[in-house]
């Protein structure tokens, strides 16, 4: 679930992943990104660029809570 919205709108997949700091940085990508394609289509490197790093971090997200279930596993 988080992947698409990680396609649609970064920032907020970022958000939702638990780490605040780099949704700001990636919403300044996203938002730079939007505003320089509709002014002068030079944009579409900054979206990209924002769209993979949403999708690393709810990679990382869905891996460390992957991780954190077979720790808790283990204790038992």
């Known amino acids: 679930m988080l992947y698409l919205v990680a ?3 970064s920032p907020l997949a970022v958000l939702l992943a638990g780490k605040p700091f780099q949704a700001i940085l ?4 996203w938002l730079l990104g939007v505003v320089l394609t509709l002014l002068f289509g030079l944009g579409l490197m900054l979206l ?3 769209t993979l790093h949403a999708l690393f971090v709810v990679h990382n997200h869905y891996a460390d809570r992957r991780m954190q ?3 808790d596993a283990q204790r038992r």
Do not use: K
């Open 7 to 9: 396609v649609i709108f």
């Open 26 to 29: 990636n919403g300044v990508l």
């Open 48 to 50: 990209l660029v924002s």
């Open 69 to 71: 279930r077979l720790i």
